[in-house]
């Protein structure tokens, strides 16, 4: 993967305050978010933390618009509801948990994919298109398999891919639904110090679900803890991040250290 620190232009107008407003949503009758309520704003990086099924992917669904909900989504204080799908598009670009890839696609026409947004309905890739996806490509250590069919890069590559395809679309606003989960250590730290560079540097608003705690409290500045729907903790990684919580909401046996770089969380074996 490159060290190059040029990478994809910034995008045009920096990143954007987001907030959640008394969020509510759900399957059939079933209620799976309560009245969430979140702000970040511009150059944030707010993880969403909690146990499987407590609603992460639900609320980052909700707030593309994806997902029917109740309340408000509002990016730099206009409601989400009724805008463009377009405009969102420009404005939002979404890295899912489990994408559903296209067949008969090569890489970089996957990646290309994320420039519609900005391109002129049905019209070829322009040269600026083309420069972004090569640079976010070689950003992502995908550039040697740009020409291959992408079903068939390995489950981690196909992950950055994916992440590749949301930045060439230079939103203002990145979510990231476990951006990692299929990544080693090492092409996990790179793509999240990507991310955490076109943060700092571009001022990009970043919203990541994240099961590994301590690269969470690493990466992001603020954590919201979600239980049963409902956001049951927020504030710095500290805050958030203690052996109670983790106990209370995640059923877990877990010290919580102070690493180099923020909170680590250690998971402590039955004692039988
Ligand atoms: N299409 C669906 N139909 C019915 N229930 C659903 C559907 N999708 C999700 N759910 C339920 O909604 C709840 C929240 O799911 P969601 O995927 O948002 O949780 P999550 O916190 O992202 O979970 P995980 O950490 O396991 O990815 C779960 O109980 C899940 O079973």
Redesign the pocket.
């Given at each position: 993967m490159s060290r190059r620190t040029a990478g994809p232009r910034p995008p045009a107008e920096g990143g954007a305050h987001v907030e959640v407003l008394g969020l509510t949503a759900g399957?059939?009758r079933?209620r799976?978010l309560d009245g969430v309520r979140l702000s970040v704003g511009p150059g944030g990086w707010l993880a969403v933390i909690?146990?499987?099924?407590?609603?992460?992917?639900?609320?980052l669904r909700s707030v593309l618009g994806f997902h029917p909900h109740q309340g408000q989504v509002r990016i730099d204080g206009v409601p989400t509801t009724g805008m463009p799908r377009r405009d969102r598009a420009r404005s939002m670009a979404y890295a899912p948990?489990t994408p559903v890839l296209p067949e008969g696609v090569t890489t970089r026409e996957y990646v290309t994919l994320g420039r519609t947004p900005h391109r002129p309905l049905l019209s070829a890739p322009r040269s600026v298109d083309r420069q972004v996806v090569a640079d976010v490509m070689e950003r992502l250590g995908l550039a040697p398999m740009a020409e291959r069919q992408l079903a068939t890069l390995s489950g981690g590559e196909q992950q950055r891919a994916v992440l590749a395809r949301a930045l060439a679309q230079q939103p203002r606003v990145l979510l990231l639904d476990?951006p990692t989960a299929a990544l080693d250590l090492g092409h996990a730290q790179q793509v999240l110090d990507l991310v955490d560079r076109l943060r700092r540097q571009d001022g990009l608003t970043v919203v990541s679900?994240l099961?590994d705690l301590t690269l969470a409290g690493q990466y992001a500045d603020r954590l919201a803890l979600?239980s049963e729907g409902r956001v049951v903790a927020e504030g710095s990684p500290a805050d958030v991040l203690t052996a109670e919580a983790l106990s209370t909401h995640y059923g877990a046996r877990a010290r919580v250290v102070d690493g180099p770089s923020g909170p680590a969380v250690l998971p402590v074996r039955s004692p039988d």
């Open positions: 399957y059939g079933t799976v909690g146990p499987n099924g407590s609603g992460k992917s639900t609320l948990q476990e679900t099961h979600l």
